[in-house]
């Protein structure tokens, strides 16, 4: 195989600089939302808001709107968002409890076979303190304030 030759650097770019590949109007539309929240969160004036709504609406690369949201921190999630996400952490922390089972299952079905008999099914005993536990971190109260003020 020939061995291609290696492009040249650019030396006004920095490593790790955003490429200047074309944007989408649904990346532009993201980056106005970003700037909305900014804006609710009081992380923006209203001019400023406007300002670079503006340039985000005719960016044209992806650095230029790179450039336009840099200096916002991440929108924080609102109460619905964080909802979902503990509720599809905790069915991940039951099919992982499920596969544990099927697992402890065949141990003991394999250790039955192996004996000729049916013995205690001793898996019940794990099982059930796992389930205990994730039930019980699941009931308890949460520590977090109602109000996003935090």
């Given at each position: 195989m020939e061995q291609q030759p290696e492009r040249p650097v650019d030396p006004l770019r920095k490593q790790g600089d955003v490429p200047e590949v074309r944007v989408s109007d649904r990346e532009r539309d993201a980056a106005v939302d970003?700037?909305?929240?900014?804006?609710?969160?009081?992380?923006?004036?209203?001019?400023?808001?406007?300002?670079?709504?503006?340039?985000a609406l005719r960016a044209r690369t992806a650095g230029e709107?790179?450039?336009?949201?840099a200096d916002l921190p991440a929108p924080?999630?609102?109460?619905?968002?964080?909802?979902r996400k503990e509720l599809?952490?905790?069915?991940?922390?039951?099919?992982?409890?499920?596969?544990?089972?099927?697992?402890?299952?065949?141990i003991w079905g394999v250790n039955?076979?192996?004996?000729?008999e049916l013995q205690f099914y001793w898996p019940v005993t794990?099982?059930?303190i796992w389930a205990a536990v994730l039930l019980a971190a699941a009931l308890r109260p949460g520590g977090e304030k109602d109000d996003d003020t935090a």
């Amino acid at each position: 195989m020939e061995q291609q030759p290696e492009r040249p650097v650019d030396p006004l770019r920095k490593q790790g600089d955003v490429p200047e590949v074309r944007v989408s109007d649904r990346e532009r539309d993201a980056a106005v939302d970003i700037l909305a929240a900014a804006l609710t969160e009081g992380r923006l004036l209203p001019q400023e808001h406007a300002d670079r709504v503006g340039a985000a609406l005719r960016a044209r690369t992806a650095g230029e709107l790179a450039a336009l949201t840099a200096d916002l921190p991440a929108p924080r999630p609102d109460r619905e968002e964080r909802k979902r996400k503990e509720l599809a952490e905790w069915y991940a922390e039951w099919r992982y409890w499920l596969g544990g089972a099927l697992v402890l299952s065949v141990i003991w079905g394999v250790n039955c076979l192996s004996d000729g008999e049916l013995q205690f099914y001793w898996p019940v005993t794990p099982l059930g303190i796992w389930a205990a536990v994730l039930l019980a971190a699941a009931l308890r109260p949460g520590g977090e304030k109602d109000d996003d003020t935090a």
